[in-house]
């Protein structure tokens, strides 16, 4: 039968869009603290919030008679009309989410709009309790327990409390890129993780992400038309191997459109390699009447007018600031050779050398006298073949280590009976660190190096809860750090097998990569092994001796899978006599 949905039941679906995580009820709380023109703004959380999430704010506050209206579904105070949704300056205006946070927790509200008194209200299961007197103190604080606790099957898709807490962290910093001018706290666990101070957007980048951004970043001011962008890039130092510090605000909204990346990362293009992503923290101001911010619950979906010229307003805003780093990359072309050789009009031989024109180069020598000329030429190759044959022969895939070579301090390249092997030294280091990580979380840690002159290390808050989950690991692989200050550690051994001098970069990418691939891994130390591997192996273009090739190849082929990367990248390719006679047309 054909019923209508109870209003709690109503609210629980509509919750089931606005409140994903806990995050999501600290994005609807402060974009309602950011409506009402609070400078200051408190976030408190416990547990990742799943205990506890409370907003303060010193905003315009709500008076007694409107509380329990702010809890009731579709109540707003941004909107009146139709014609407001074409023009809407306000982060929200739907009037859903206090209604669905409310379903889904147990909500308390303290506010007072200044009129010299205040009020207190409780709502549980979506039943709004009675008004109560409250200290008059400015602005709104509302605090939100147990969330989900009345939906178990929601709250069983919850992550742990530290990833619950890392996308607070960023939920936060979105907004504290955003607006720059406010000032945000941020409390998890009785421990303060971020307090900003109004400054300007520059700053306030340096703060919320790293402190090594200073003197990093590219600005951004660009006007066209009714368009505007303005904000910071990243140069080629802040690039990272994983996304996440990408943030495109629309009048100061955080947004996610597909779109306006791909126009940033175009103009990016000449100087990245695919897999790469630069920072950037850009605003696109637009007329508010050529945009639709309502076509989602969540407001992080927009539609544009004329989406593809903002698109390329953006990407010209993005290249017009990357101009100082393009400036500096050499045009490569390739010579003009015109096909002109020039050889030497004359020739002196040497013991061994055979003169150009013996060659076949002058066309005007007979063949009687090219036969001859050659003559020598050909018993040196008879006996070069006799000496080959007389030979033992080795075994077909066993590599030489007596005849072995670097190519481009990239490849080893060394013969074997049955034609030629080489060797990607990268990916084949890279083999050996991943199975000696593994070994070492099962059995005994890594050897280490102690640092001369230990590094201090100062992570963003979400990056050093990564840290702290997979710090035990990492002094399995040989890495030896403390705790030296807030978000901070000091580093005082590496891995054995670790060049020193890159540790902090070398870290950092292993954060990056374990975030990224940990999906791609059968568990977790698989992904972290590999980030490690990826990260602490030889380079291309590390230049090795004759002993550390030797020992980087027998130690390969000590392995339980020589053939093949953690990543499924070919270690080894080997080229037959067959293929070779092929590519000289010898058969």
Known sequence: MIKQLSEDLRNKISAGE????????????????????????????????????????????????????????????????????????????????????????????????????????????????EVQPAPAVQGTSITIRNLFYNTPARKKFLKSPRMEFRKVVEMVRRFSLSYPDRAFKLVSDNRDILNLQPEDLESRIVHVMDPAYRDQLLPVNFTKG?????????????????????????????????????????????????????????????????????????????????????????????????????????????????????FPTTFIPQEGQINPDQQGLNLSTSGTESAIKFQPAVDRAKSYASKLASRPEPDSGKVDLENIWQVHSKYIVSPISSGLVIIDQHVAHERILFEEAMAAFDANAMAAQTLLFPEVMEFSPDDFSTLLDVLPYLEKMGFRMKEFGENTVMIEAIPSEMAWGNEKNIIREMLDNYLETQKKYASFQEALAASFACKAAVKAGDALNTDEMRELVNRLFGTKHPYYCPHGRPIIVQLSMDELDRRFERI
């Open 18 to 129: 606005v409140v994903e995580r806990p995050a999501s009820v600290v994005k609807e709380l402060v974009e309602n603290s950011l409506d009402a023109g609070a400078t200051e703004i408190t976030v408190v959380v416990e547990k990742g919030g799943q205990q506890l999430i409370q907003v303060t704010d010193n905003g315009s506050g709500i008076s007694s008679a409107e509380l329990p209206i702010a809890f009731e579904r579709y109540s707003t105070s941004k909107i009146g009309s139709v014609d407001d949704l074409f023009t809407i300056d306000t982060l929200g205006f739907r009037g859903e989410a206090l209604a669905s946070i409310a379903s889904v927790s147990e909500v308390n509200i303290v506010s007072a709009n200044g009129s010299g008194e205040g009020a207190e209200m409780a709502i549980l299961n979506g039943e709004i309790g």
């Open 226 to 342: 009714d368009y505007t962008i303005s904000g910071f890039l990243g140069n080629l130092n802040l690039i990272r191997s994983r996304p996440g510090e990408q943030y495109i605000f629309l009048n100061s909204r955080f947004i996610q459109n597909r779109l306006m990346n791909s126009g940033v990362y175009g103009a990016y293009k000449s100087i990245i390699n695919r897999g790469e992503f630069p920072f950037f923290a850009l605003n696109i101001s637009v007329p508010h009447d050529q945009v639709d911010v309502n076509v989602h619950p969540m407001k992080t979906e927009v539609r544009f007018k004329d989406e593809w010229r903002i698109y390329h307003v953006l990407k010209s805003a993005v290249e017009e600031a990357l101009n100082p780093i393009l400036n500096t990359i050499p045009d490569f072309e390739k010579p003009d050779l015109g096909g002109q050789f020039d």
